[in-house]
């Protein structure tokens, strides 16, 4: 996956994808799929918005069936099931526990209902399914949680993802298949024709820049997705005539990370007063907490945490903890902006996660993506490629025989031919360990964050010894991660890859600072930097690890 200039001035696609978020890269992914010529550009890093600011679930949202979101919480069942097939080492089936406590908003019965329509509406078979528990069981299960008021308990089943990496692998995928791939390259302005005598108008191209070099290039395309999360409004402004009206509503939330409290299980409990809920989820050895959910209306560029919303989710934890946690634990923080499909009269929470397409007055071959799940991207891709197909008049959604397209419901993401993962994990890793030399628990850990392309990751290893040394700072992250991001995921610089290719995410912020100058070498050896620019990287680095822990 390289930057190629070239093709993009010099193609006239299908589709283009403005935003590389999961989204954008959920979307580009059907069509290249289908066989379309697909541009997609991401003004930033892939994933360096929302997608990797998550909860890092893959869930049906439990609390939407609560808000009549039936069909929502169905698809995502049912994408739940589809993600652990096509991608398994990105999807991760969790228990969550759910304690009941006196003066909840919720009954042990109405939590039995609920869980029981849960099931219903898609689940993984009958391992997966939900269990009441007495006070006492639920207690054995977490004994960190406050005994006095607790009335019961119920464990159900969810699942937990690296949502950057799920990002990337879509994006990987989109190229594999042909689509044209840029990121840090930043769209300035479209140009409209039509609109006259009876024609309609239409997006014809557009300028984008390279924010790396400042090269100025053009894009043609038959028809545009605007996937830009928080930016949305921000792209549809450049239409010409653009009225000012808004699509989305920006609403921010924020996580801490967390000392694990809860052992195995993730934890979702009420937040009093109100209905809102939190959820806590263990996480690379922590434990990840949230979530606020506030409107935002600045510059979606500048979200970060803050210290209310640390005391808050603090103080909603320590309700149902026996020995409250303090500002003085909180290992790190984040915050992150949901772009929500406007519901005017409703709260932040209680405005729907539903994905909307915004058909554009202006531009009739123009779609903006307006709200939507992380769970749910692979159906919004799917959809919104059915109507652009037909609107361009593709027989069977593609422009060749129906057996050359491809489904995302039956094709696995690149890392995800693995069989029962369990074994391969297993298997993958002991050949990881004979074959490259190096310790079971780098091997597997490797595995396990890139499935089946685990090879290519090491196989530079065999010529170059040093590629197997760990990084500062985690035992089992090797300098062999940061090259193959390099070569092959289109990692620009420190943050791309130890923010969102190291599987790490978030947690690099915190336990990842004394890695920065050796990333940095790496990367300077790749793209010829300067002393002086190696030393700008390990400090934009630190800067940013210092303003993730910044609101705690």
Same mark, same amino acid.
């Given at each position: 996956?390289?930057? $190629?200039?070239?093709?993009?001035?010099?193609t006239?696609?299908?589709?283009?994808v403005?935003g590389g978020?999961? $989204?954008?890269?959920? %979307?580009?992914? *059907?069509?290249?799929?289908?066989?379309?010529?697909?541009?997609?550009?991401?003004?930033?890093?892939f994933?360096?918005?929302?997608?990797?600011?998550?909860?890092? =679930?893959?869930?049906?949202?439990?609390?939407?069936?609560?808000? =009549?979101e039936?069909?929502?919480?169905?698809?995502?069942?049912?994408?739940?099931?589809?993600?652990?097939?096509?991608?398994?080492?990105?999807?991760?089936p969790?228990?969550?526990?759910?304690?009941?406590?006196?003066?909840?908003?919720?009954?042990?019965?109405?939590?039995?209902?609920?869980?029981?329509?849960? /099931?219903?509406?898609?689940?993984?078979?009958?391992?997966?399914?939900?269990?009441?528990?007495?006070?006492?069981e639920?207690?054995?299960?977490?004994p960190?949680?406050?005994?006095? +008021?607790l009335?019961?308990?119920?464990?159900?089943? *969810?699942?937990?993802?690296?949502?950057?990496?799920?990002?990337?692998?879509?994006v990987?995928?989109?190229?594999?298949?042909?689509?044209?791939?840029?990121?840090y390259?930043?769209?300035?302005?479209?140009?409209?024709?039509?609109?006259?005598?009876?024609? *309609?108008?239409?997006?014809?191209?557009?300028?984008a820049?390279?924010?790396?070099?400042?090269?100025?290039?053009?894009?043609?395309?038959?028809?545009?997705?605007?996937?830009? +999360?928080?930016?949305?409004?921000?792209?549809?402004?450049l239409?010409?005539g653009?009225?000012?009206?808004?699509?989305?509503?920006?609403t921010k939330? %924020?996580?801490?990370?967390?000392?694990?409290?809860?052992?195995?299980?993730?934890?979702?409990?009420? #937040?009093?007063?109100?209905?809102?809920?939190?959820?806590?989820?263990?996480?690379?050895g922590?434990?990840l907490?949230?979530? !606020?959910? %506030? /409107?935002?209306?600045?510059?979606?560029?500048?979200?970060?945490?803050?210290?209310?919303?640390?005391e808050?989710l603090?103080?909603?934890?320590?309700?149902?903890?026996?020995?409250?946690l303090?500002?003085?634990?909180v290992?790190?923080?984040?915050?992150?902006?949901?772009?929500?499909a406007?519901?005017?009269?409703?709260?932040?929470?209680?405005?729907?996660?539903?994905?909307?397409?915004? @058909?554009?007055?202006r531009?009739?071959?123009? #779609?903006?993506?307006?709200?939507?799940?992380?769970?749910?991207?692979r159906a919004?891709?799917?959809?919104?490629v059915?109507?652009?197909?037909?609107?361009?008049g593709?027989? $069977?959604?593609?422009?060749?025989?129906?057996?050359?397209?491809?489904?995302?419901?039956?094709?696995?993401?690149?890392?995800?031919? !693995?069989?029962?993962?369990?074994?391969?994990?297993?298997?993958?890793?002991?050949?990881?360990? @004979?074959?490259?030399?190096?310790?079971?628990?780098?091997?597997e850990? #490797?595995?396990?964050?890139?499935?089946?392309?685990w090879?290519?990751?090491?196989?530079?290893?065999?010529?170059?010894?040093?590629?197997?040394?760990?990084?500062?700072?985690?035992?089992?992250?090797?300098?062999?991660?940061?090259d193959?991001?390099?070569?092959?995921?289109?990692?620009?610089?420190?943050?791309d890859?130890?923010?969102?290719?190291s599987?790490? $995410?978030?947690?690099?912020?915190?336990?990842?600072?004394?890695?920065?100058?050796?990333?940095?070498?790496?990367?300077?050896?790749s793209f010829?930097?300067?002393?002086?620019?190696?030393?700008?990287?390990?400090?934009?680095?630190?800067?940013?690890?210092?303003?993730g822990?910044?609101?705690?």
């Open positions: 996956m390289t930057r $190629n200039f070239d093709a993009l001035s010099k006239k696609f299908d589709l283009a403005i978020g999961i $989204n954008g890269a959920a %979307t580009a992914r *059907d069509a290249a799929l289908r066989g379309l010529k697909v541009a997609l550009i991401e003004a930033r890093d994933a360096s918005g929302t997608s990797s600011r998550s909860s890092k =679930l893959i869930h049906g949202g439990l609390r939407y069936l609560e808000q =009549l039936f069909k929502l919480v169905h698809e995502a069942r049912r994408e739940r099931r589809l993600l652990l097939k096509l991608a398994p080492h990105l999807a991760t969790v228990p969550f526990l759910l304690p009941v406590y006196d003066g909840d908003p919720y009954s042990p019965f109405k939590i039995r209902v609920g869980l029981t329509l849960y /099931d219903l509406l898609g689940n993984l078979g009958r391992n997966d399914r939900h269990r009441m528990l007495t006070a006492a639920t207690l054995q299960r977490v960190a949680l406050r005994s006095d +008021g009335r019961a308990g119920a464990v159900y089943f *969810d699942s937990e993802t690296d949502d950057a990496r799920l990002t990337l692998e879509n990987i995928d989109a190229a594999d298949h042909g689509a044209v791939i840029l990121n390259s930043e769209i300035r302005a479209l140009s409209v024709s039509g609109g006259s005598a009876g024609q *309609d108008p239409e997006v014809m191209t557009a300028e820049v390279d924010q790396l070099s400042g090269r100025r290039f053009e894009i043609a395309a038959r028809f545009w997705v605007n996937a830009a +999360g928080p930016w949305v409004d921000h792209i549809r402004a239409l010409p653009f009225d000012g009206t808004k699509t989305v509503r920006l939330g %924020t996580h801490l990370i967390l000392p694990p409290v809860s052992g195995p299980f993730a934890m979702f409990a009420a #937040i009093l007063p109100g209905k809102r809920i939190f959820v806590m989820a263990p996480w690379h922590q434990a907490l949230g979530t !606020t959910d %506030t /409107d935002f209306d600045g510059d979606p560029a500048t979200v970060k945490p803050d210290q209310a919303d640390v808050y603090l103080s909603a934890l320590n309700r149902v903890l026996r020995r409250p303090t500002t003085s634990d290992v790190g923080s984040f915050s992150g902006l949901r772009a929500l406007i519901q005017p009269g409703r709260s932040p929470s209680a405005n729907t996660r539903e994905y909307r397409f915004h @058909r554009s007055d531009a009739r071959n123009f #779609i903006s993506v307006c709200g939507g799940k992380l769970t749910t991207a919004l891709g799917e959809k919104l059915d109507e652009i197909a037909a609107r361009i593709l027989r $069977n959604g593609a422009p060749g025989p129906a057996s050359i397209a491809q489904s995302t419901r039956q094709a696995p993401l690149p890392g995800g031919r !693995t069989g029962v993962f369990d074994v391969f994990v297993n298997y993958a890793a002991w050949e990881a360990v @004979r074959k490259f030399e190096i310790p079971y628990p780098v091997a850990r #490797i595995v396990k964050t890139y499935g089946s392309r090879a290519l990751v090491l196989e530079p290893v065999l010529a170059n010894r040093e590629l197997a040394e760990p990084l500062a700072g985690s035992p089992t992250l090797l300098a062999a991660e940061v193959f991001a390099i070569r092959h995921e289109m990692a620009m610089n420190v943050e890859f130890l923010l969102r290719r599987g790490l $995410n978030w947690l690099a912020s915190s336990k990842l600072r004394d890695a920065a100058p050796r990333v940095a070498e790496i990367f300077a050896a010829g930097w300067s002393a002086e620019r190696r030393q700008s990287e390990v400090e934009a680095f630190a800067r940013y690890a210092h303003a822990k910044g609101g705690a």
